[in-house]
């Protein structure tokens, strides 16, 4: 079992940045990948960024490439995603999770924490 704890949500005018974080704990060592996906209201979930973790490689959606960083520091157990030139699309609870391949697909993601609201507008 793995457990999560999301931080770092909230309102922010468009074109302004947030981190969020993720403190892992658990099973750590059993994920292939762990990272985020977002839920808008009335839309499928959608992969938004994974870091593998053998290696380190790293995976992000079309829809946030050059604007999301995701990190992680080991020593913490946390990941982080930095979210900068933020859109009112990007509105969404963004879900802290473990994947169990490196897609962003909806299959691939294998348990989750409860989410934090991120909401983009003027």
């Known amino acids: 079992q793995v457990q999560f704890v999301e931080s770092g949500g909230g309102l922010v005018q468009p074109g302004g940045s947030l981190r969020l974080a993720c403190a892992v704990s658990g099973s750590t060592l059993d994920y292939y990948a762990i990272g985020w996906f977002r839920q808008a209201p009335g839309k499928e979930r959608e992969g938004v960024s994974c870091?593998?973790?053998?290696?380190?490689?790293?995976r992000y959606a079309d829809s946030v490439l050059g604007r999301f960083t995701i990190s992680r520091d080991n020593a913490k157990n946390t990941v982080y995603l930095q979210m900068n030139n933020l859109k009112p699309e990007d509105t969404a609870v963004y879900y802290c999770?473990?994947?169990?391949?490196?897609?962003?697909?909806?299959?691939?993601?294998?348990?989750w924490g409860q989410g934090t609201q991120v909401t983009v507008s003027s």
């Open positions: 870091l593998r973790s053998n290696d380190g490689s790293t």
């Open positions: 999770a473990t994947f169990i391949g490196f897609s962003l697909k909806y299959f691939d993601f294998h348990s």
